[in-house]
């Protein structure tokens, strides 16, 4: 069980902490652009060397790529909450196999 503390942090700090996730986050978006605009090159590209890629079934596949990303996930986020159960266990003697 893990217990509640009451800190209080100075506006400097606060300062620096949201600066450094404005960082991130301004990181992040400029990922997504330039992801975009290599996507947008590669569809050119080929369009020049006339490979027609057909984007009738792009929404359909996109979902079902998200369903299985999103149930992989899952199954790795189960599977690290087993061992950390477990080394909890094993710190404590207690057996999860049996």
């Given at each position: 069980?893990?217990?509640?503390?009451?800190?209080t942090i100075s506006q400097a700090e606060l300062l620096q902490i949201l600066t450094?996730?404005?960082?991130?986050?301004?990181?992040?978006?400029?990922?997504?652009?330039?992801?975009?605009?290599?996507?947008?090159?590669?569809?050119?590209?080929?369009?020049?060397?006339?490979?027609?890629?057909?984007?009738?079934?792009?929404?359909?596949?996109?979902?079902?790529?998200?369903?299985?990303?999103?149930?992989?996930?899952?199954?790795?986020q189960k599977a690290g909450l087993m061992d950390d159960l477990n080394q909890s266990?094993?710190?404590?003697?207690?057996?999860?196999?049996?």
């Amino acid at each position: 069980m893990q217990e509640e503390r009451n800190e209080t942090i100075s506006q400097a700090e606060l300062l620096q902490i949201l600066t450094g996730i404005k960082h991130k986050a301004d990181a992040a978006s400029a990922q997504i652009v330039n992801l975009g605009f290599l996507v947008e090159y590669l569809y050119e590209e080929l369009n020049k060397q006339g490979i027609e890629i057909p984007m009738d079934g792009y929404a359909d596949w996109a979902e079902k790529r998200f369903a299985e990303l999103q149930k992989a996930a899952e199954q790795a986020q189960k599977a690290g909450l087993m061992d950390d159960l477990n080394q909890s266990a094993s710190k404590s003697e207690i057996n999860l196999q049996e």
